[in-house]
Nanobody, 131 residues
Framework: QVQLVESGGGSVQTGGSLRLACAAT????????IGWFRQAPGKEREGVAA????????AYAASVKGRFTTSQNYAVNTVYLHMNSLEPEDNAMYYC????????????????????????WGQGTQVTVSS
């Protein structure tokens, strides 16, 4: 059983930056994929970004492309979401999720943002952006 722990949320002003971390308590294989999701009050949980543990693929929602990037530190089994140029529309609880085996690239490119693609979820970290 993989446990995911998010950290790094907080409050920033418009235009600010935050780095979220998703630490896995157990080793995640290179075949795994990690997704970042967010949920604002009264809205559906939406996929923001995803990355394969092997590092060969990454995907971003149109709303964050060019502002958010992902990276990972294999030594500490942690995936990061770097968020720049934050806007009030980015206000949400952010979650990371993991699946132990990614789909083939073609299928994954369509499915990475679906909640049911992932087996494990973290508890979330709040991001608040003030104007």
């Amino acid at each position: 059983q993989v446990q995911l722990v998010e950290s790094g949320g907080g409050s920033v002003q418009t235009g600010g930056s935050l780095r979220l971390a998703c630490a896995a308590t157990r080793y995640t294989p290179s075949s795994a994929c990690i997704g970042w999701f967010r949920q604002a009050p009264g809205k559906e949980r939406e996929g923001v970004a995803a990355i394969s543990r092997g590092g060969e693929r990454a995907a971003y929602a149109a709303s964050v492309k060019g502002r958010f990037t992902t990276s990972q530190n294999y030594a500490v089994n942690t995936v990061y979401l770097h968020m720049n140029s934050l806007e009030p529309e980015d206000n949400a609880m952010y979650y990371c999720a993991a699946t132990s085996s990614c789909r083939d690239l073609g299928s994954w490119s369509l499915a990475w943002g679906r909640k049911d693609e992932y087996n494990y979820w973290g508890q979330g970290t709040q991001v608040t952006v003030s104007s």
